[in-house]
């Protein structure tokens, strides 16, 4: 399908952007820009609809995306953005189409829930262009959302210190890994009042499922927190969430955060493998690993962190185990029962790419070097 006829792609790209605007502090706890998409010109004979938004100046934002009405909607389309950084525009980039890690029914329906595509880390800007092409009907209510991520100075835990997690009191179990090093909640500057009160638990976790960001590459390790507050904000303020939907981050640099609230130790119910959320561990690496390689600190956090969440009640991370899905949404009926290696990919549950054909075929490795750090082999 062609995305813009010529005549449109032209005058598209020969536009004046705005002066840019002053870029507002977004403060500690950030802020996150809605703007509406609208018709754009373009050659429809062949059934091409186009919505978008002219370039133009912005507040200053460093990670973005587009979301509609409908969660349940998919946007059978594609979608570019192009953005302006230091006064120089960005080439055109692509937008997953369908966010792929997603929560389950009650979280994924409650009130304010949007479709959305994956998010897109560019870094500091203060001008955006997107342009969004599909055959048919879209999703209504179209919008880009702009995310300034704030600088985390000043957040304060919400709510009294009784709803703070306590550490889980397990019992000693053969094969238990080394905790590794977590940067909590709290080191990464995450702003406590965003996020629904309280916590939600499922049964002992059982497999890991690795994902990718697919946020792009092009952040340094110093910027991490900033991607993760951004990534924390998005899933909670435009896609609807009661909190960020990954167990654990690890970053190119192999620094592992904490992702929803709840306890590092506690099995806390994620949104990030649809049908399977319940008896599993959602950890993201930052970045996107469909043709490049993940660093190896990266694969060691990612083994690290796996090795010893399922060492806390005895899993073997070289072995696997039975899950049952909760969503037809997933590869798998709802009702249906699979068997998962203990270490899998967000594909080995859903129909998608994540984590990337690079991360993924790292995954025997991955499990290898988790087994070895419960002393295993």
């Not at 005058?11 to 002066?19: E, I, N, R």
């Not at 004979?45 to 100046?57: E, H, Q």
């Not at 080439?91 to 994924?108: K, N």
Request: aromatic letters at 6%; charged letters at 20%.
């Amino acid at each position: 399908m062609t995305l813009l006829g010529a005549g449109c792609a032209l005058t598209l790209l020969c536009q004046s952007p705005a002066a840019p605007a002053p870029a507002a502090d977004p403060g500690p706890a950030g802020r996150t820009t809605a703007l509406p998409l609208g018709a754009l010109p373009g050659d429809r004979s062949g059934g091409t609809l186009l919505l978008g938004l002219p370039a133009r100046a912005t507040t200053g934002y460093s990670l973005l995306g587009v979301s509609w009405d409908d969660p349940a909607a998919a946007l059978n389309g594609t979608v570019q953005v192009r953005t302006r950084s230091a006064g120089r525009w960005s080439d055109w980039r692509a937008l997953e189409a369908d966010s792929e890690d997603r929560p389950d029914a009650a979280e994924a329906d409650a009130p304010g829930a949007r479709g959305a595509t994956a998010p897109l880390w560019v870094g500091p800007s203060d001008g955006v262009e997107v342009r969004v092409a599909g055959a048919g009907t879209l999703p209504t209510g179209l919008r880009v959302d702009l995310v300034a991520p704030g600088d985390g100075a000043s957040e304060r835990p919400r709510g009294a210190a009784a709803e703070q997690p306590q550490g889980r009191l397990l019992p000693a179990v053969d094969h238990q890994a080394p905790r590794p090093g977590i940067v909590t909640r709290s080191g990464w500057g995450a702003d406590e009042s965003l996020r629904q009160p309280g916590y939600a638990y499922t049964g002992d976790v059982r497999v890991v499922f690795v994902h990718h960001t697919d946020t792009g590459n092009g952040y340094s390790c110093s910027d991490s927190p900033k991607l993760i507050r951004a990534i924390y904000q998005y899933h909670v303020k435009t896609n609807g969430w009661r909190d960020i939907g990954y167990n654990f981050l690890v970053d190119k640099c192999g620094t592992i955060f904490e992702g929803r609230a709840g306890g590092v130790s506690r099995a806390v119910l994620g949104a990030h493998t649809l049908g399977f959320n319940t008896d599993s561990s959602g950890v993201a690496a930052l970045g996107t690993y469909s043709s490049a390689a993940a660093p190896q600190a990266e694969l060691d956090g990612i083994a690290k962190i796996a090795a010893w969440k399922l060492g806390l009640t005895g899993r073997d991370a070289s072995g696997s185990t039975v899950l049952t899905s909760a969503n037809s949404g997933s590869r798998f009926q709802a009702g249906t029962s699979h068997t998962f290696a203990a270490v899998s990919g967000h594909r080995d549950a859903f129909n998608t790419d994540c984590p990337g054909d690079q991360l993924f075929d790292k995954l025997p490795a991955i499990r290898g070097w988790a087994a070895h750090l419960q002393g295993r082999r």
